[in-house]
């Protein structure tokens, strides 16, 4: 039950961190190439939900468990797991925003944003089934 109680308070930070995003960027970026160019509110909601899955993924330290990810290696530092979630929520907006300024269609591009999105939180979702959570 307090695992229930935690993943429920982590959820809701993470959407009250994305409506926040969201909020703060509702005249979304526009491309200096292509000023009709705007990234798409779902890349911060996908940056939320990215965030939240490197605090969980931080949390591993306190754990017996190892990180399964190759890329971070089974005991990750800090500062490895921070640099990884920094390059990769770059690299995703990097695409998405390179998607939008190519006028690639919306539903291609929302497609891309639903998958990252599960992704994330599919992640999240195991990490709280372990036991793991966001931690400040």
Same mark, same amino acid.
């Given at each position: 039950m307090k695992r229930l109680a935690m993943l429920i308070e982590d959820t809701f930070l993470a959407i009250a961190v994305g409506a926040l995003l969201l909020l703060a960027s509702s005249h979304a970026f526009a491309?200096? #190439? =292509? *000023? =009709? %160019?705007k990234t798409p509110a779902t890349e911060w @909601?996908?940056?939320s939900a990215a965030f939240v899955d490197? /605090? #969980? #993924?931080l949390d591993i330290r306190h #754990?017996? /468990?190892?990180?399964? =990810? *190759?890329i971070l290696g089974p005991h990750p530092s800090d500062a490895k797991v921070v640099g990884y979630f920094a %390059? %990769? !929520?770059l690299l995703h907006w990097a695409i998405t925003r390179e998607l939008v300024r190519e006028n690639v269609p919306a539903p291609i591009v929302q497609t891309w944003e639903g998958l990252g999105i599960a992704l994330? @939180? !599919? @992640? @999240? !979702?195991?990490n709280y089934s372990l036991g /793991?959570? %966001?931690r400040f």
């Open positions: 491309d200096e #190439t =292509n *000023p =009709n %160019a @909601v996908y940056q490197m /605090l #969980t #993924t #754990t017996k /468990l190892q990180e399964l =990810n *190759p %390059a %990769a !929520g994330e @939180v !599919g @992640v @999240v !979702g195991h /793991l959570h %966001a």
